[in-house]
């Protein structure tokens, strides 16, 4: 039996500073999902910086979206680490650690910025699989 792929994809347009969006629930019926990749876009481009970036992480909310495992590690523009600029559309990968969702789970974006940013739009996209692999 072929794997059962659920797209997934969120605008923010002009996101609050410092909070938390859903991305994805999942829905009663369907059991267990996983995330099998997850990329991040922002409609601006910013050089890396410790000063002014913008930080996002992936989280499992749970049913009520307050949970705050990580799903997958954060991308920014951070300078520390290189973690490399962010470019207008141009995509950056999460790096998938907890991809088990349970039904009814939140996929929650943690989004944090410092200093001054202007994003306009973030992006986030990728697949889940029902089931476990």
Excluded: C
Excluded at 84 to 95: C, I, L, N, V, Y
Excluded at 110 to 121: I, S
Aim: glycine content about 10%; aromatic content about 6%; cysteine-free.
């Amino acid at each position: 039996m072929a794997e059962k792929l659920i797209p997934f994809s969120v605008n923010i347009a002009d996101p609050t500073a410092d909070a938390r969006y859903t991305v994805f629930q999942v829905p009663a019926g369907l059991g267990q999902v996983q995330v099998v990749t997850a990329h991040a876009e922002v409609g601006t481009t910013h050089a890396e910086s410790d000063t002014n970036y913008i930080k996002l992480e992936l989280q499992d909310g749970g049913a009520d979206g307050t949970g705050t495992t990580s799903v997958g590690a954060e991308v920014s523009n951070l300078a520390t680490g290189s973690k490399g600029a962010w470019t207008q559309a141009q995509p950056k990968e999460f790096t998938i650690s907890e991809r088990l969702l349970d039904e009814g789970d939140r996929l929650m974006l943690k989004y944090d910025e410092n200093g001054t940013v202007a994003p306009l739009n973030i992006r986030v996209f990728g697949w889940l699989v029902v089931g476990k692999r």
